[in-house]
């Protein structure tokens, strides 16, 4: 990094607390959001309710900058709320806490003592207790409803000690080579022994006890590797014995399965047989004995991940996207009625339910506050807030946020999330950068962190947003054809189409806020990674409307990238299998193709590891726009893969994407 680079930056990190010029100033007792504000926010990252829904046990996590790893611990508030008490504070990472099926233990994973491990500790608070010394660590577990073993997935004869031979691993790399399959493992609750209860030449994705605590349903394909997602069956295993039988065999994925509580029936979700990356996911039904599969949601239009049984095993819950939010649905068994049991403008997540299902607890987030823990009884939902996890944000000004619609040309309507700046004043234009999400089946939410994207910490997000809108910008995060939320013509409406009717749809979002004087026509950004990275890069070769660009981990050249990612079939499925039969179509919407025509300042960050858009793809793009003669930066993260997950990392990168558009686009 140069030394006018680093000045750049250090006095950006003084002065971010300043009002942006010609807004009105923050009152006195706030101030608008740095990014030291950012990287100090506590993360939630897990929700689980006793079984008799009297307590919560949840997970924060904060990113430690001197050690530079995410720390987490595990804490406990009770359902009427009142002061949490703090479970675990050790150094490192404690987390995945499951209660007992008595509620009298928590056991959770804990790297405290080196290698991964289970630990044990009562609910009213003391001493945690190792419970498992496996030499590879140990994995997400899951209590028997007898309490007796906790079942884990992990590779090939860990529990032997084959995890760690004594002979030097070779350092060739093959990736054609199988990689190690993963199977259930079962851990004595009262000791920590462990054995192996599956074993052969396939891999274990998920898998849930029946109730007597007797048998196991899991869904197995034949290798971890990302192509092999469309390829997983159900089998039932026999705890005593090792007994297996195949209980549901067909082509596409099947998965996720949910013993009933009377144990005679297996939900599961399923695409049905059919191998398209984004078609709907439904609930499936089959009796535990085999036999006929019954598809439960055939007409709900979204992604179903999985599903919770009720107490009765008359209902079976599920959250879904919808629209910008995300809510909890009931679906009853017998009839096929599905009923949202959440509602409004707040995106919930990690349901959690109570032995008798009539209380969950769960996470909700909204744009002025980060994730909290809620709980509700789901008879009338009613959900109410049990934490104030960061407190610290209180005396912040925040951007206001709001649910825009527009008409892309060919009359489709888009939705997307404006955020104003900090004091915006109506009609006045402000600078608009354009945010896009990664995906393209990706979606913008209505919370703190805008884009839905596995959970990960809010400081993952390289894009400073509320900062931006503390310094003058305003962010438009469209969701075009192609996003989660819409249903499943939407999703697929730019299969083959990348660079059209999507950029069209982003395109016409910004007009539509130039006709409404929010945006100045002559102060344009835009940003993205992954596929927001591509639709980035494309969209700078399309127009030169745009004064400064920033795209990370995105794909410029199609055709390479086939040949690079570790997903190539989902660039089959979005532009043809064969790719020397559709070549044409894979080099006519590659940036690159293009890049002749680029005239937009760039930033191009990239991380060294990434399995999914390989540097190459960044390198490629970097080299032709040198050619081109445009301005453009292009910055290696070390270490880092397709998401950022070093705190130092992660506070470079937001420095940098602040910087660059404070430079191009917000000082005057």
């Not at 009625?337 to 995106?347: H, L, N, P, Q, T």
Request: glycine letters at 10%.
């Amino acid at each position: 990094m140069s030394i006018n680079r680093l000045s750049l930056i250090l006095t950006l990190t003084v002065l971010l607390s300043a009002p942006a010029a010609g807004l009105d100033s923050a009152p006195d007792s706030s101030r608008v959001m740095t990014v030291d504000d950012l990287m100090g926010i506590r993360n939630l990252t897990e929700v689980r309710i006793s079984p008799d829904g009297t307590r919560v046990a949840y997970v924060v996590s904060v990113p430690d900058l001197e050690k530079n790893r995410h720390d987490s611990d595990v804490w406990l508030v009770d359902r009427e709320g009142g002061a949490a008490l703090r479970l675990t504070a050790g150094l490192g990472r404690d987390d995945h806490p499951r209660w007992s099926p008595e509620g009298d233990r928590i056991a959770f994973l804990s790297d405290r003592s080196g290698a991964t491990q289970i630990w044990t500790i009562a609910p009213s608070g003391g001493e945690a207790v190792p419970l498992t010394e496996l030499k590879g660590g140990a994995g997400s577990f899951t209590w028997s409803p007898d309490g007796r073993l906790l079942a884990m997935l992990l590779p090939d004869g860990a529990a032997a000690g084959d995890d760690a031979p004594d002979k030097p691993a070779s350092e060739l790399i093959r990736p054609g080579e199988t990689p190690r399959h993963i199977h259930i493992f079962l851990a004595d609750a009262r000791d920590g022994s462990c054995r192996q209860l599956t074993r052969g030449d396939f891999s274990v994705e998920s898998f849930a006890w029946s109730p007597e605590s007797g048998r196991i349903v899991y869904a197995a394909r034949p290798t971890i590797r990302v192509p092999d997602l469309f390829n997983s069956d159900l089998r039932i295993v026999d705890i005593g014995s090792g007994r297996e039988r195949d209980l549901v065999a067909r082509p596409g994925p099947d998965t996720s399965p949910a013993w009933s509580p009377d144990g005679d029936r297996i939900a599961f979700v399923s695409t049905n047989r059919r191998m398209e990356w984004i078609a709907n996911w439904s609930i499936c039904l089959v009796s535990a004995e085999g036999g006929e599969v019954r598809n439960l949601t055939p007409r709900f239009d979204e992604f179903i991940t999985r599903c919770t049984w009720s107490a009765d095993g008359g209902r079976l819950f599920f959250q879904a996207n919808r629209d910008v939010t995300t809510q909890l649905f009931a679906l009853e068994v017998e009839s096929g009625r599905i009923a949202a049991v959440s509602s409004g403008r707040r995106v919930y997540g990690g349901f959690s339910f109570s032995r008798d299902s009539r209380t969950a607890a769960f996470t909700a987030s909204e744009p002025s506050r980060p994730g909290e823990v809620f709980i509700s009884n789901l008879d009338s939902f009613r959900p109410a807030r049990l934490t104030d996890i960061n407190p610290q944000l209180e005396g912040i000004e925040l951007g206001p946020m709001e649910v825009i619609r527009w008409k892309s040309p060919d009359g489709t309507e888009v939705e997307g999330i404006l955020l104003k700046p900090v004091g915006f004043e109506p009609g006045r234009r402000v600078p608009l950068l354009t945010y896009v999400h990664g995906g393209p089946s990706g979606k913008f939410a209505y919370a703190f962190s805008p884009q839905i994207g596995g959970g990960s910490p809010i400081q993952g997000e390289t894009y400073p947003l509320q900062v931006l809108a503390g310094h003058g910008a305003a962010v438009l995060m469209p969701n075009p054809r192609g996003s989660y939320g819409y249903g499943e013509k939407f999703r697929m409406a730019n299969v083959g189409d990348w660079g059209g009717r999507d950029f069209q749809d982003i395109m016409s979002g910004i007009d539509a806020l130039i006709e409404r004087g929010i945006a100045d026509p002559e102060r344009l950004g835009i940003m993205g990674r992954s596929y927001g990275g591509y639709m980035t890069a494309w969209s700078i070769t399309q127009t030169t409307r745009f004064k400064a660009a920033s795209l990370g981990a995105g794909m410029c050249n199609l055709v390479s990238f086939f040949g690079q990612t570790n997903i190539p079939g989902y660039m089959e499925y979005y532009f043809g299998e064969d790719i020397w039969k559709f070549g044409d179509l894979y080099r006519e919407r590659s940036p690159l193709t293009h890049a002749r025509r680029v005239r937009t300042p760039t930033l191009i960050t990239h991380g060294e590891k990434d399995p999914r858009v390989p540097l190459p793809q960044a390198r490629e793009y970097y080299h032709a726009m040198k050619r081109a003669g445009v301005p453009v930066e292009f910055v290696i993260f070390p270490r880092q893969g397709h998401s950022f997950h070093e705190p130092r990392m992660q506070r470079e990168a937001l420095l940098l994407n602040l910087e660059w558009f404070t430079k191009r686009l917000l000082d005057e």
